[in-house]
């Protein structure tokens, strides 16, 4: 099966918080809330063939180089005004465990962090998306279906978000690139599909 080339491009991808956790600190500490949780999940496939012609899921370790030499920041809705936390800082952690990638951000005490913490707790905000740039992946097709599997990927960010899809807009030209050229290795007779159809396709730009 093709390996296709990896290229650089910042995606993104969500996950519904079902365990995420807003932690109020002991009695005495004044420390703003904790949020707790995961912002990737393991050998999850996700339901994007209808939106991208393709599968993914990410491999158990995809994030161990990038946890221990990146500097990922925690936002609020990819917004990079609104800084929940930072890695470099120690007010993001960032670990990978049986489920995924884990993830604790001690929240600033600004009243726009507030805001979203109650919001979170009230379950009014319960996605999480976070940003990351592919580093190695593996193709194969499985039943007509193409699988992509992230290897390893340099993680960017992580945000709680309000309107968090997979649509179209969330992968890059050239992801859709790495998948036309698998299809064009393992139908080497079938004339590729060239990047402009294949956007044309999903209503994306170049």
């Known amino acids: 099966m093709p390996l296709p080339n990896v290229h650089n491009g910042v995606e993104h991808r969500h996950f519904v918080l079902n365990k995420i956790k807003i932690e109020k600190r002991a009695e ?27 599968v993914e899921k990410i491999n158990p370790g995809a994030f161990t180089e990038t946890i221990s030499t990146g500097d990922a920041r925690a936002l609020w809705n990819h917004n990079s005004d609104y800084v929940l936390g930072r890695k470099s800082a120690g007010t993001l952690r960032l670990k990978e465990d049986d489920i995924g990638l ?19 707790q009230r379950g009014d905000i319960k996605e999480m998306s976070f940003g990351f740039i592919v580093k190695e992946t593996v193709w194969e097709e499985v039943d007509g279906v193409w699988v992509r599997t992230i ?21 890059s030209a050239r992801t859709l690139d790495e998948l036309r ?13 060239p990047p402009s159809t294949l956007l044309a396709m999903l209503d994306l730009e170049v």
């Open 28 to 54: 005495g500490d004044n420390s703003s809330p904790l949020i707790t949780g995961h912002a990737a999940v393991f050998n999850q496939t996700t339901d994007t063939n209808d939106y991208w012609g393709f």
């Open 181 to 193: 050229n698998a299809q064009a290795q393992s139908n080497p007779k079938d004339k590729p599909v």
């Open 102 to 120: 884990a993830i604790e951000i001690d929240t600033p005490p600004t009243t726009w962090a507030n805001d979203l913490t109650i919001s979170m």
């Open 151 to 171: 290897l390893k990927a340099e993680l960017i960010e992580v945000s709680p978000v309000t309107f968090p899809a997979y649509t179209g807009t969330d992968v």
